[in-house]
């Protein structure tokens, strides 16, 4: 059993910043990507950011110069920081990473609870 549980959300006035962890537990042999993905009310989830086992990165437009993602291999956890935050980034942020269990060949995407973001003055 894989478990990614996510903290860090908040509410946060225009221009501040917060810091989601992620982080994974339970009978994990590797973890490939990670990422985040974020679904506001009314709008399909979309990728914010994503870092490879290598660390390679990748974002969203939206966020780029904004949103800094890495990982801590040895602690299982993938971070996510947010500074010059804006209404519009305000949603549920989704932790999601590929991870192999124990035993098997083959990676699994599991998906965090979710976390609550909200901006506003």
């Known amino acids: 059993q894989v478990q990614l549980v996510e903290s860090g959300g908040g509410l946060v006035q225009p221009g501040g910043s917060l810091r989601l962890s992620c982080a994974a537990s339970?009978?994990?042999?590797?973890?490939?990507?990670m990422g985040w993905y974020r679904q506001a009310p009314g709008k399909q989830r979309e990728l914010v950011a994503a870092i490879s086992s290598s660390g390679n990165t990748n974002y969203a437009d939206s966020v780029k110069g904004r949103f800094t993602i890495s990982r801590d291999n040895a602690k299982n956890t993938v971070y996510l920081q947010m500074n010059s935050l804006k209404p519009e980034d305000t949603a549920v942020y989704y932790c999601n990473a590929g991870i192999r269990v124990g035993g098997l060949k083959y990676e699994s995407a599991y998906w965090g609870q979710g976390t609550q973001v909200s901006v506003s003055s």
């Open positions: 339970g009978s994990i042999f590797s973890i490939g990507a």
